[in-house]
């Protein structure tokens, strides 16, 4: 009996020491998120945002906006993608239980095709906040910026996994539409979105394949897939043999984008443009922001197409992107890398740290 006491004794200890160890946890998320939001100069009612379905060829892509009370404590809240299911259906509950206010809002496929991922992603986290019964005072994202909003933005590199508010957010972006994509299995059961709930699969490619897309694919993901080759290059080939009729460069790009999100780097924008000149694509890679320059050529006949990324326009790209470290509220201090991504009718060529960042950030 003593024997028996003795291990129930510890395995309680185990679980106290477990526990602790998950409040202090959560603690310091609380603590990071609230000492980023007053360096930032933020006041009044703190809103998370996240989402979910970015990279899937099926589905919508779906955003949430949340406002914690101050003092919640909510154990085991972590990013979505580092939970159980079971886990995070709790959470779940817990969060709209008791959340000041929340909203989920997802963008169908249909309007992917049409704006794009990245826009369309924006177009659900400006939809959430807008919903929100109460107005936030700052709005925490993970490491993103969503243009068109008047309210201040504390953009985190891996927000998800270290501020309270942005952890909450991908939980509930996360499950809302993963049970949107089970209720999808039932409409569809030959692609088993149930199971891997729209992402690329082995198995799923294999049913688009066999049974041909179904109205909740996403058309400008599947061109790789049904062109059957490592990249469809056609419309490139097109856009060079015909310049009048096609926008050779917006082509590259997309090709890039689509290049750079299958090497798992987060988009964070497009085209941004300062007054030393425009910044083809913003991303962000193990902490560190990419700003990536792109350019296009049909062949090689003319030299490389990075070659034409020379002194002058490194000097623009740096100090394009000293702006955009201000104006979106990063620090100088914050690690960068100058990419470019050289579009051929071959394929893609990927030259990281092409050229340096002055060593004291001025130019």
């Known amino acids: 009996m003593e024997e028996k006491m003795t291990k129930t004794e510890i395995a309680r200890q185990k679980r106290e020491s477990r526990m602790r160890a998950e409040m202090e946890r959560v603690e310091k998320m609380r603590s990071f998120e609230r000492d980023a939001v007053r360096a930032a100069g933020g006041s ?16 919508p892509v779906a955003a949430a906006a949340v406002i914690l009370p101050e003092d919640l404590v909510l154990p085991w809240l972590n990013d979505s993608k580092k939970v159980t299911e079971k886990r995070r259906e709790v959470l779940y509950r817990q969060i709209t239980e008791k959340a000041v206010s929340w909203a989920v809002v997802m963008v169908p496929p249909e309007r992917i095709d049409e704006i794009n991922i990245l826009q369309a992603t924006y177009e659900a986290m400006r939809s959430a906040v807008s919903r ?9 994202n993970d490491a993103v910026t969503i ?12 927000g998800d996994a270290r501020c309270i508010s942005v952890a909450a957010a991908s939980i ?12 999808m299995d039932l409409k569809y059961p030959v692609y088993g979105f149930a199971g891997h709930k729209g992402y690329g699969t082995k198995t799923h490619c294999a049913a688009i394949l066999e049974h041909g897309p179904c109205p909740i694919h996403r058309r400008s993901f599947l061109g790789r897939l049904l062109a059957g080759s490592a990249w469809d290059l056609h419309d490139l080939q097109e856009a060079a043999d015909h310049p009048s009729s096609r926008d ?25 443009r300062a007054r030393q000149g425009e910044i083809d694509i913003v991303a962000s890679q193990e902490g560190v922001i990419v700003f990536a320059e792109v350019k296009y050529r049909k062949n090689l006949r003319f030299g490389d197409p990075a070659e034409a990324v020379g002194p002058e326009k490194q000097k623009n790209i740096c100090e394009a992107a000293l702006y955009y470290l201000h104006r979106r509220g990063y620090s100088t201090q914050t690690p960068v890398r100058f990419d470019v991504l050289a579009v051929t009718g071959e394929g893609i060529r990927w030259i990281k740290d092409a050229f340096p960042f002055p060593a004291d950030g001025q130019l």
């Open 44 to 59: 009044g009612p703190v809103c998370g945002i996240d989402e979910a379905g970015r990279g899937p060829l099926a589905g």
């Open 132 to 140: 929100l019964s109460v107005r936030p005072g700052v709005l925490v």
């Open 147 to 158: 243009p068109d909003v008047d309210i201040l933005q504390v953009p985190v590199i891996k």
């Open 172 to 183: 509930l972006a996360k499950v809302t539409r993963d049970a949107y994509m089970k209720e």
């Open 248 to 272: 050779t460069g917006r082509l590259g790009e997309d090709q890039a984008v689509r290049f750079l999100e299958k090497k798992g780097v987060r988009i964070l924008e497009r085209n941004f």
